[in-house]
């Protein structure tokens, strides 16, 4: 019986013990999108939809070697970055990414958790900066990371328009600043470099506070339409209608913020235009 052919993207995250971000929600993004995960675990953490009471980092010659395992047996065709926690560990991944050929790979510059824990110390910042974000085919800041890396407060659409130009001169081919933060309908702003051309995905905003592990799984979204073969612009298209199912999906668990319904939103996708809700 022959094995059938499935497209493939690989996480490179920490671990959420809730299950509401991390790899536990990259690669629940991943199946239902009809992609096999593969993983590459940065860091555990122990936390809830309360918030992370514990961190525990792996070394980066773990985090390399579990990157080499999968991509000299079974490869991807796309990947993602989460928490990444330290300088040592973002050196190591943009390393083995470039060693590997990965070229669509999109970058969550996962710096604070829902609580308020730093999930990327202040050293590693520049390390981000300096080795990750060059390698990125698409970066996926919220505003408030999209400030840390520009040094400046991003509050509003004409500040995420320049925002995601000046970010891409780092190094990202393409930027998408998210506006889930700001009033009003869910507007994200997407700029691509190679024909410096902007684009706002809008969506209604969705009145919940169920929205732990968003970032991780619109970013995951983006990597597994890359993964399927589909363009940039139109897997953050999808990925923007996929986030916005999730987000009105949203599950009740536990006593704080609980986590988006990927298995819902999977659905929706298969049962609906995946376009929808993403416009100029």
Same mark, same amino acid.
């Given at each position: 019986?022959?094995?059938?052919?499935?497209?493939?993207?690989?996480?490179?995250? @920490?671990?959420?013990?809730?299950?509401?971000?991390?790899?536990?929600?990259?690669?629940?993004?991943?199946? %239902?999108?009809?992609?096999?995960? %593969?993983?590459?675990?940065?860091?555990?953490?122990?936390?809830?939809?309360? @918030?992370?009471?514990?961190?525990?980092?792996?070394?980066?010659?773990?985090?390399?070697?579990?990157? #080499?395992? %999968?991509?000299?047996?079974?490869?991807?065709?796309?990947?993602?970055? !989460?928490?990444?926690?330290?300088?040592?560990?973002?050196?190591?991944?943009? #390393?083995?990414?470039?060693?590997?050929?990965?070229?669509?790979?999109?970058?969550?510059?996962?710096?604070?958790?829902? +609580?308020?824990?730093?999930?990327?110390?202040?050293?590693?910042?520049?390390?981000?900066?300096?080795?990750?974000?060059?390698?990125? &085919?698409?970066?996926?800041?919220?505003?408030?990371?999209?400030?840390?890396? &520009? +040094?400046?407060?991003?509050?509003?659409?004409? /500040?995420?328009?320049?925002?995601?130009?000046?970010?891409?001169?780092?190094?990202?081919?393409?930027?998408?600043?998210? +506006?889930? *933060?700001?009033? !009003?309908?869910?507007?994200?702003?997407?700029?691509?470099?190679?024909?410096?051309?902007?684009?706002?995905?809008?969506?209604?905003?969705?009145?919940?506070?169920?929205? *732990? @592990?968003?970032?991780?799984?619109?970013?995951?979204?983006?990597?597994?339409?890359?993964?399927?073969?589909?363009?940039?612009?139109?897997? %953050?298209?999808?990925?923007?209608?996929?986030?916005?199912?999730?987000?009105? *999906?949203?599950?009740?668990? !536990?006593?704080? *913020?609980?986590?988006?319904?990927?298995?819902? /939103?999977?659905?929706?996708?298969?049962?609906?235009?995946?376009?929808?809700?993403? !416009?100029?």
């Amino acid at each position: 019986m022959r094995a059938r052919t499935v497209p493939i993207a690989m996480t490179i995250a @920490g671990s959420d013990s809730g299950g509401g971000a991390g790899i536990q929600a990259d690669l629940k993004t991943f199946t %239902v999108l009809d992609v096999y995960g %593969v993983s590459a675990l940065t860091a555990i953490t122990a936390q809830n939809t309360l @918030g992370v009471t514990a961190i525990a980092t792996l070394e980066p010659e773990m985090v390399a070697a579990q990157i #080499d395992a %999968v991509m000299t047996d079974i490869g991807c065709g796309a990947a993602k970055t !989460g928490m990444l926690s330290t300088a040592e560990i973002a050196a190591v991944v943009a #390393d083995r990414v470039a060693a590997h050929g990965i070229d669509s790979l999109v970058v969550d510059p996962v710096m604070i958790a829902k +609580g308020g824990e730093a999930l990327l110390q202040a050293a590693a910042r520049g390390a981000l900066v300096e080795h990750v974000l060059p390698r990125a &085919l698409v970066l996926t800041p919220n505003l408030h990371e999209a400030g840390v890396l &520009l +040094g400046h407060e991003v509050a509003d659409l004409e /500040a995420m328009h320049e925002a995601a130009r000046e970010i891409a001169s780092m190094g990202p081919r393409a930027v998408v600043v998210k +506006g889930g *933060h700001l009033r !009003g309908e869910a507007a994200d702003v997407l700029y691509t470099a190679a024909d410096r051309q902007f684009e706002v995905l809008r969506a209604p905003r969705v009145p919940t506070h169920n929205t *732990h @592990g968003t970032g991780c799984t619109f970013s995951a979204a983006i990597a597994a339409y890359l993964a399927r073969g589909e363009g940039l612009k139109e897997s %953050v298209r999808a990925a923007k209608y996929f986030i916005t199912a999730a987000i009105s *999906h949203a599950l009740s668990i !536990g006593t704080g *913020h609980g986590p988006t319904g990927h298995i819902a /939103a999977g659905r929706a996708v298969a049962n609906g235009d995946r376009r929808a809700g993403a !416009g100029q």
